[in-house]
Each structure stands twice: as C-alpha cells, then as structure tokens.
C-alpha cells in the first residue's frame, strides 16, 4: 500500500500502476497528467475526496468488476469491467471523459450518488444505474448529455429523469419517474419494476418501448411514435 501526505505527481503518457494496492495518505495535491490505474478492490482503493488533477486518467482497471469509486472529482474517469458492477461510495464529478466501456454486462452503480461535472465527452458500452431520489437532487446525473449504452434509473422513489439523448433508457425500481423536455432515446425504454412515469410531450422510440407489469405509462394527448415493438406486459 502506498500512503502519500504532500504531492503526487504523474507525468504525461506515464503510468502508476497501484495494481491490488490502496493508495491513501492526505495527499495535499495531485497533479495527475498521466494514468493512475488500480485493481484493488478494497474500499476505497483510493483517497476519499480528493481532486485527482486537471488532466490525466483515473482507470479502474478490475475487468470482473467489484470495485468502489470513493468521492473525488476526476478529469478523465475509466471503468473497465466487462461484467458485474463497479460501485460509486460518494459523489462523483467528471470534468473530462467519462469511459464505461467493458461491454453490455458492465455497470457503473452510482447508488444514491450524484454524478456531475462538465463530463466533455461520454463513453458508455454498458450501464450506468443511478438510485438517487428526486428528494436528494433533482439532477441525479449531467443534463443535455448523449448517453450510450443503458441509463437505468432505478430509485424506489420518485425521481428526476434529465434531459439527454439516451441509447437505452430504462425506469426501474418505484415511484414516478419524472420525464424532462428534451429526452430522447435511441433505441430501447424500458419500465420496469413498479415504476410510472408521463408523458410531457410526444417520445420517438426507434427500438422497442417495454411497459412492464406492474408499471404506468401515462400518455398524456401526446402523438407516440415507435419504430420497433410495442410490449405491454
């Protein structure tokens, strides 16, 4: 393990590997240009709240996934699990490019933690599941973003659906789901669980609209347009 209570420093193209280890320590300043890249799967691996630099990469590099993702404010963050979850144990703030890319059964858990930051750029193959209630934050994750892969939200309450492009767009767990302006999807929505959700204007799904048993749909006087099947289960 390695403990550092003055200044960390890593150069461009460089790596630190931290490879099972913890890396702690106050860590009075970071200054990451290069990679910081851990498969530890204690929690956390890294420093809670700590700003990991204005450049560089934090990569998670566990392809099996069990890892947890402490409060920190990150420029580039990199998750590489091609299965299972990696958790969030914090809030979570992305400045650069966020990467979710190990595949469809990849997941980033980000619980009842916000995920924010300007997040420039989003790189999502797998899931991304947010639980955080509308009575914690209305804006569980970035609006007017482009969403690959899987958004799942998937509270037990009601919550806050941001506006954005979303590949597959799911509501899971309970509650009404509140729809924004301005969402759209480029494949699949999916209800699931107990969850409702209305209709605030016309949605275009060019996949499959899913409305499980047990959920709502409430379409309003709005006009629907679905390319793929309709499943009302």
């Not at 300007?118 to 639980?131: D, E, K, Q, R, Y």
Request: glycine share 14%; proline share 3%; with cysteine.
């Amino acid at each position: 393990n390695l403990v550092v209570n003055g200044t960390l420093t890593t150069t461009a193209g460089g790596t630190l590997d931290m490879s099972t280890y913890t890396l702690t320590g106050t860590l009075g300043t970071v200054t990451n240009a290069g990679t910081i890249k851990t498969s530890c799967t204690t929690n956390p691996p890294l420093a809670s709240g700590k700003n990991w630099g204005a450049a560089g990469t934090v990569e998670y590099a566990v392809t099996a996934g069990g890892q947890y993702v402490p409060a920190g404010t990150f420029y580039n963050l990199k998750l590489d699990n091609t299965s299972n979850s990696n958790t969030a144990v914090g809030a979570i703030v992305v400045n650069g490019t966020l990467t979710s890319n190990g595949g469809a059964s990849g997941t980033l858990d980000m619980s009842t933690y916000t995920l924010t930051g300007s997040l420039a750029s989003v790189s999502n193959a797998g899931t991304i599941s947010t639980s955080v209630p509308t009575a914690t934050s209305a804006t569980p994750i970035p609006t007017g973003k482009t969403w690959g892969g899987t958004i799942n939200y998937a509270a037990t309450t009601a919550q806050t659906v941001m506006a954005g492009t979303y590949n597959n767009l799911t509501l899971s767990g309970a509650g009404a789901k509140a729809l924004q302006t301005g969402t759209t999807t480029q494949a699949n929505l999916t209800l699931s669980g107990t969850a409702t959700t209305t209709a605030v204007e016309g949605l275009t799904v060019p996949g499959i609209f899913t409305i499980g048993s047990g959920t709502t749909f409430s379409a309003g006087t709005f006009t629907h347009n679905i390319a793929g099947n309709w499943q009302n289960s």
